[in-house]
């Protein structure tokens, strides 16, 4: 018998896969389908199929060209699957022309005729695209403007007067106006991603994610270290359990902040520390701990007092059964380290976690410890934005911010700004 065997992603399954299967299928008697995973298409910059897994692999079935489907989950496993399945033939389209010689080792490569003038990018781009607008722009518009390149179903456009060149608008602007922006921008039916805070008082942070709701509109909560897999691993191994209780989450991020001029800090104190970094550090307190802290005490260093600069931050939260703090300056540095302490053992993600595509898993016993690499392309902000086009199309607000995660950031901003804080000299 001979066994062939090929790979795929088969996202939005078409007819030149449909023929490259079946002309994979002729060459031998037993046909095995690799599909790749979607952890390992992220890893290969295939950030946005349109299907899970299981929908391509379920449309695969359904093709009944197949007769057997594994997955594919890492790279080299192409060598594994031969020898371990007893492959003849290793078979793939011919736009992989010359890729997969090393194979040859192991097993006859061939290359088959690609169907031109048809491919699953073409159909994705054939979908109407979603355009995204920026206004404002803290640093994060260009990096946010660039990274929309990366996403195949999104295109950057100028928003127009009122917003009628776009589908969405990214929130770049001064945290004091968020509220006003988003509110003018959702009543325009348009969806919006917005800089963390979404808003400068918990209560519009959350009539505005209520009004969203409302009206069919995804409001996104722009944290993009929430969109990194691997923060997002850490934050499920964490609440799993496997280190016991999480008895205390520490989470510092410090920047160096040059001269204070107007370029860099506007008259409200935008750009200060607590909203440029603090939502970001809170990120992992509140979805580790939850919202509903018991006491906190903000103690804050100036370095700027008439433009409430806070240069150095430090918040405490006490909470029924753990504690937090986070400790966050742009004129102060510090490792920028996250540690979650459980009581079998703890995490700790090495700085800058905000961008964390790695972490370890440690216990008294260093043989049990565990590391975890997963790949961080373009810092979390593609991801995030593939997220919030998803969330778009099945008008589902499934995004890994939770509403209350962002109305208790907005909280604690707001305590900031009406000047709940012990200062420190
Ligand atoms: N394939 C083909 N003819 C096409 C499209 C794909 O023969 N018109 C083959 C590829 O060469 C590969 C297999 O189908 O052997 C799976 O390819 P995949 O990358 O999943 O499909 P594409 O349509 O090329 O996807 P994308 O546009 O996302 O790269």
Request: proline residues 2%.
């Amino acid at each position: 018998m001979t066994k062939v065997i090929t790979y795929g992603t088969f996202d939005l399954l078409h007819y030149g896969h449909i023929q490259l299967l079946k002309r994979a299928k002729a060459l031998g008697d037993y046909l095995i389908v690799g599909v790749t995973s979607d952890d390992y298409d992220k890893t290969r910059g295939k950030i946005n199929n349109q299907q899970t897994l299981m929908e391509r692999i379920a449309a695969l079935k359904q093709a009944d060209i197949a007769d057997e489907i594994i997955v594919e989950e890492y790279e080299g496993q192409k060598i594994d699957d031969i020898k371990r399945y007893n492959v003849d033939i290793f078979t793939i389209g011919s736009d992989w022309e010359g890729k997969f010689d090393y194979l040859n080792e192991y097993c006859k490569v061939i290359y088959l005729p690609r169907t031109v003038g048809i491919s699953s990018s073409d159909i994705r781009a054939e979908k109407h695209k979603l355009s995204i607008g920026i206004i404002g722009n803290p640093g994060g518009g260009p990096k946010f403007a660039n990274e929309i390149s990366y996403v195949n179903g999104a295109e950057l456009k100028d928003c127009g007067e009122g917003f009628e060149n776009v589908d969405a608008v990214y929130v770049a602007t001064i945290p004091s106006n968020h509220y006003q922006d988003i509110k003018n921008a959702l009543a325009k039916g348009k969806h919006v991603i917005c800089e963390s805070p979404i808003a400068t008082k918990k209560s519009q942070c959350e009539e505005l994610l209520r009004f969203a709701e409302e009206n069919d509109l995804i409001l996104a909560d722009a944290i993009k270290t929430a969109y990194s897999t691997a923060f997002s691993r850490l934050v499920v191994l964490a609440k799993s359990g496997r280190i016991g209780d999480i008895i205390s989450v520490d989470a510092t991020c410090t920047s160096m902040q040059g001269k204070l001029d107007e370029k860099n800090v506007d008259l409200s104190g935008v750009f200060n520390t607590i909203s440029s970094w603090g939502p970001i550090a809170m990120l992992p307190v509140f979805q580790l701990l939850g919202t509903d802290y018991r006491q906190k005490t903000i103690v804050t260093r100036f370095l700027d007092r008439d433009l409430l600069f806070d240069g150095f931050t430090k918040i405490d939260f006490i909470y029924d059964k753990a504690v937090a703090s986070i400790k966050v300056a742009k004129a102060a540095k510090s490792e920028g380290e996250l540690v979650i302490t459980g009581t079998k053992g703890y995490i700790y993600v090495p700085a800058p976690w905000w961008k964390t595509d790695y972490f370890e898993v440690r216990f008294e016993d260093q043989t049990e410890n565990k590391r975890f690499f997963y790949q961080l392309d373009g810092e979390g902000i593609r991801y995030e934005i593939v997220a919030f086009i998803k969330a778009i199309e099945r008008n589902k607000n499934d995004l890994n911010i939770s509403a209350q995660v962002s109305a208790a950031i907005s909280g604690v901003i707001e305590d900031f700004y009406r000047g709940d804080y012990i200062e420190i000299q």
